[in-house]
């Protein structure tokens, strides 16, 4: 008996190391990023780094605000394009399809969102950049390459589609029977049932859904890299090229060895990515907590 307790006290102990080491793990994280972009903070001030549009590393300008505003774009449209789509996915297969149609769709689910990012990339630069350069541009009155904000979006959206269909579903179901069995015997109808109580009783749910969505298109980076044109500008429309910062580093982070300032510049910018990215996913358990409360 004495042995198991041991046993079970030594397990304790390892899986609290463990968890706290993780914690760790993400603070240093965040310490080691903001003690490699101090160089260029003791440069510029926050606000300077922040707002101005001049990206010139071999002169030593270092402005930031044209690869906030393309990941803001891009974030912002695909998870606008996924939003709808996926909720009303998620509403039919929850509460109106088929026990044969779910099991149909589910495994299409998990293979969608298990595809690397570099598919999604190719699949956006052989179908999606050409659409938008020769059949969206065209209607708008434009012209364009088609490596634009829009084709960004539409790629990261439907790579979130399943992320959001996923926690949708799960949001849904957690919704008791016999709320919807009460709706209807009032004479409800399954869409009103669906409105007035699945829906607002999930609310909180959805809206932490969105953030992790918002949180894992800000991190994407082959997929946009493959289709957003990759310039330093701050973009007018959708149909402009844009600069997310994740492709920022991905691109210039080879070419940073041999010059110092540019290398804490892109440590700065990976900063900003994980301090966004942190703050969406806290808030987002704030919210999943709320709810479950």
Same mark, same amino acid.
């Given at each position: 008996m004495d042995i198991r307790l041991a046993k079970d006290t030594i397990a304790a102990k390892v899986m609290a190391t463990l968890t706290i080491a993780s914690l760790f793990l993400v603070i240093a994280m965040g310490v080691g990023l903001y003690l490699k972009s101090r160089p260029i903070l003791q440069e510029e001030s926050l606000w300077t780094l922040l707002s101005s549009s001049e990206w010139k590393p071999l002169r030593g300008q270092f402005g930031f605000f044209p690869f906030l505003m393309g990941t803001l774009w891009v974030t912002v449209l695909a998870v606008a394009f996924a939003l709808p789509i996926s909720l009303l996915t998620a509403i039919y297969l929850t509460e109106y399809s088929r026990s044969f149609v779910r099991k149909f769709i589910y495994p299409l689910l998990d293979i969608l969102a298990g595809l690397p990012s570099v598919i999604f990339g190719v699949w956006g630069t052989l179908l999606i950049v050409p659409f938008v350069s020769d059949k969206v541009a065209p209607w708008i009155g434009r012209s364009s390459s088609g490596y634009t904000i829009l084709a960004g979006a539409i790629v990261l959206g439907v790579m979130i589609l399943p992320l959001l269909v996923s926690l949708f579903i799960e949001l849904f179901s957690n919704v008791g029977k016999d709320d919807r069995e009460a709706s209807l015997s009032l004479g409800a109808t399954r869409w009103q049932t669906t409105r007035h109580v699945v829906l607002r009783?999930?609310?909180?749910?959805?809206?932490?859904? $969105? $953030?992790?969505? %918002?949180?894992?298109? %800000?991190?994407?980076?082959?997929? $946009? %890299?493959?289709?957003c044109g990759n310039l330093a500008i701050v973009p007018g429309s959708i149909l402009d090229a844009c600069y997310p910062i994740p492709a920022l580093i991905a691109n210039a982070y080879g070419e940073m060895m041999s010059m110092p300032l540019y290398e804490s510049a892109l440590m700065f910018a990976a900063f900003i990515l994980f301090f $966004?990215?942190?703050v969406f996913n806290l808030f987002s358990r704030l919210v999943l907590k709320k709810f479950k409360q």
């Open positions: 009783k999930t609310i909180p749910g959805i809206i932490a859904a $969105v $953030v992790l969505a %918002l949180s894992r298109t %800000l991190g994407e980076t082959i997929a $946009v %890299l493959m289709v $966004v990215v942190l």
